[in-house]
């Protein structure tokens, strides 16, 4: 569902945009602002597959090559009835050091500040208090040991996914998340749903569905 597609990293701000178009979400293409700051029912945090993203794009030096697996795509605010605020009007933008801190769990500038125009503004918080409680969120799910660093690719289906991150995950349920799939079987994103408040899993609103296909998934190993 959600768009912007994940790891738009270092020089991808136009890849970013290119890659946000292929999902649900659609807002690579920087629609016109919608809904109000501080204004929705929860969070969905998107993490997503660096060795899927690194294969159609070797050219990310910032994040290619490092060895990363998931890595934080971005902290979206989401309603329950599917609808998401977008490019609330802001004034402000990540500072050098916000940006600093930020590289350590969302490895792309250009990543960083597309998820503050697109997603942070709206949150009611500025830039140092969203990155923080990005950083806070993606802290506290634990990456299945399958997922964390695969030399060889794993073989799960998107239900082998979510049971993964359910097993060490105490308070996760299969309600609570979806896998996200690009050409419907290769690994993209996982997408977990988040309590505005405390950050707690909870269960997600309409219209988040698997997108990918039955059957084993094509999870390319990390490099």
């Not at 292929?22 to 660096?50: E, I, N, Q, V």
């Not at 997603?119 to 964390?148: M, N």
Request: charged share 20%; aromatic share 8%.
């Amino acid at each position: 569902m959600r768009l912007d597609r994940i790891l738009a990293t270092v020089a991808l701000g136009a890849a970013c945009v290119v890659a946000g178009a292929a999902f649900a979400r659609g807002h690579g293409h920087h629609p016109a602002s919608s809904g109000t700051a501080g204004k929705f029912d929860y969070y969905l945090m998107s993490l997503s597959w660096s060795p899927s993203f690194c294969a159609l794009h070797p050219e990310v030096t910032e994040q290619c090559g490092k060895g990363y697996g998931f890595v934080l795509h971005g902290l979206w605010p989401q309603n329950k009835d599917g609808s998401w605020p977008q490019h609330c009007p802001s004034a402000q933008a990540p500072d050098e050091g916000t940006v600093a801190r930020t590289l350590a769990f969302m490895p792309s500038r250009h990543l960083i500040e597309h998820e503050w125009e697109t997603h942070g503004a709206c949150t009611g918080l500025d830039p140092a208090g969203y990155f923080a409680l990005a950083d806070k969120a993606f802290a506290e799910i634990k990456v299945p040991p399958a997922l964390s660093a695969p030399q060889s690719p794993p073989t799960l289906s998107a239900s082998d996914v979510v049971d993964a991150f359910v097993a060490v995950n105490p308070d996760l349920r299969v309600s609570m998340l979806s896998v996200d799939c690009r050409n419907g079987g290769e690994l993209s994103e996982v997408r977990i749903c988040l309590d505005k408040d405390t950050l707690a899993p909870r269960a997600c609103g309409g219209r988040l569905r698997n997108a990918c296909r039955a059957g084993n998934l094509t999870i390319p190993a990390v490099k």
